[in-house]
C-alpha cells in the first residue's frame, strides 16, 4: 500500500481525518520507490535538495549540519563535535536552517521524513 492508500483506508475506515496520516505512512512510500533513483527524487524532502544548493552557493555547510543534529538526537554538543565547529556556529546554523527550510525541527514526523531522506540518500541505493 502507498501512504495514500493507506490513508483512504484509514479514513473510511474510522471516518476520522487526520492530517499526520500521510506523513506517518509516508515510509512505506518512501521504501515503496526507493529501488528507482528517479522516483526516489521525488520521493526525498526538498529542503535537502534546498540546502546542498545553497552550501554549493555559499559554502555554508548547512546539509550536514542537519545531518548530525539529526543523528546526533539533536544534541549541539555532539553535533558541533562531529563537525569540528564551535556550539555557537552550529546553534547559528540550525537557526538558518530552520529560515531557509521552515521545518519544524520539533515535529517528529517531519525529523523522521528527514531522517529517513538522509538514508536513503547516503544508501547504496543510489
Known sequence: LT???LCIRIFSASQRYS???YS???SS???QRAG???RYKVCSHPALRLLRQYDEKHGSGLYDTLFQYLFQDRSIQKGAEA???HRNSFLYRIHRIKEL???DLEDPSARFYLMLSFL???SSLL
Request: hydrophobic share 40%.
Open 101 to 103: 527550510t521552515q521545518i
Open 83 to 85: 563537525l569540528h565547529i
Open 29 to 31: 512510500g518512501i521504501l
Open 36 to 38: 528507482n533513483p528517479v
Open 120 to 122: 536513503l540518500e547516503r
Open 24 to 26: 506517518a505512512s509516508y
Open 19 to 21: 492530517l499526520r496520516c
Open 3 to 5: 501512504g495514500v492508500s
